[in-house]
């Protein structure tokens, strides 16, 4: 299980296992992240209404669906970052980021620094680049 649905998990929620209709959801997340995903997708793919399903993935994930979304391409920009030296902005569109004001700021507010400082400070220590 990822990381962050274990700490979602922790936050109050129940265990995905506890819910298929949400394992589905959450597997059409992780395949679909990098493409626009819409409530009304996941909600299908999870085989509820819009409305019942919200509730259920939050009661289940303690997020709702896309701040789940969010938390999930935050994830994977935050590996790319640690792993390649792509610059930002192609890390930001290739998860699914199409704003990077926004990008900036959601990575703000869940890391406590900006992408530049967490990938700076995680850049530390590392062997610099051969010319």
């Known amino acids: 299980m990822p990381r962050l649905l274990r700490q979602a998990a922790a936050g109050g929620g129940r265990s995905p296992g506890d819910d ?4 589905l959801a959450l597997a059409y ?6 493409e626009p995903v819409t409530l009304e997708q ?4 999870a085989g509820y209404s819009s409305g019942y399903f919200c509730k259920r993935f939050k009661k289940v994930t303690g997020l709702s669906p896309l701040q789940y979304v969010v938390r999930h391409r935050l994830e994977q920009a935050k590996k790319r ?3 390649t030296r792509d610059p930002l902005e192609t890390i930001m569109l290739e998860v699914g980021f199409h704003n990077y ?3 900036w700021r959601m990575f703000r507010a869940v890391y406590g620094l900006s992408p530049q400082a967490f990938r700076q400070q995680g850049r530390q220590g590392e062997a610099p680049p051969a010319p």
């Open 29 to 34: 997340i992780h395949r679909h992240y990098r």
């Open 81 to 83: 970052m640690l792993t």
């Open 101 to 103: 004001g926004y990008f």
């Open 42 to 45: 996941l909600a299908a793919a």
């Open 20 to 23: 298929a209709p949400v394992r």
